[in-house]
């Protein structure tokens, strides 16, 4: 983690990049606005803080490996440009737009992102593959939806949109429990 975050220069291969603020903090690392030649992207460096929940390997390599397999797959997410595997430190495009979890807290949930979510199921199920469905992990740009986060892992029905997923997208009593804890 950067000590202030902002305006503090941040390397990845040797390229420079300047540090705006933090975007969040996630299971494997912490996300910063980043700019590059008045460029804006996405500089994700990898944590290796305690997670009770969720057993990782090496996150560097899972991070561009879930890349790859996402990409395949043809789900819509930022481009991953860099990945500093000594450093752990991954450059990714920034997709300006507000969060599913931003919208859902506001009341502005549009159902179109339903829809536009279980069309990236359509393209995961066949393909054994779960993402994680947590509305932070969604921007809308343009009206269409993006997944930002590179996290994906074997099909477990129990871990799916329908069953897991959907319970963070309207005001659900999960929903507004995680909100109290981290208002």
């Not at 390599?61 to 043809?74: F, K, M, V």
């Not at 919208?103 to 502005?108: H, K, Y």
């Not at 740009?141 to 996290?151: C, K, M, S, V």
């Amino acid at each position: 983690m950067f000590e202030t975050g902002h305006g503090e220069a941040c390397s990845v291969n040797g390229v420079s990049y300047k540090i705006k603020k933090l975007l969040g903090k996630g299971k494997g690392g912490y996300s910063y606005l980043a700019v590059k030649d008045g460029k804006e992207y996405v500089l994700k460096q990898i944590h290796h803080e305690p997670c009770a929940y969720y057993q990782f390997g090496d996150k560097i390599q899972s991070e561009i490996n879930d890349y790859r397999r996402l990409t395949a797959i043809g789900i819509r997410m930022p481009k991953m440009i860099d990945a500093d595997i000594d450093k752990e430190r991954i450059v990714k495009e920034y997709i300006d737009g507000e969060t599913i979890y931003e919208l859902v807290a506001r009341d502005q949930m549009d159902p179109d992102y339903i829809r536009q979510v279980k069309a990236m199921c359509e393209l995961l199920y066949p393909a054994k593959t779960n993402i994680d469905y947590f509305p932070t992990n969604f921007v809308v740009h343009d009206g269409e939806l993006f997944y930002i986060d590179y996290e994906c892992n074997d099909y477990m029905e129990e871990w799916n949109f329908e069953n897991w997923g959907i319970k963070y997208w309207s005001k659900t009593p999960e929903f507004l429990e995680y909100y109290k804890e981290h208002m």
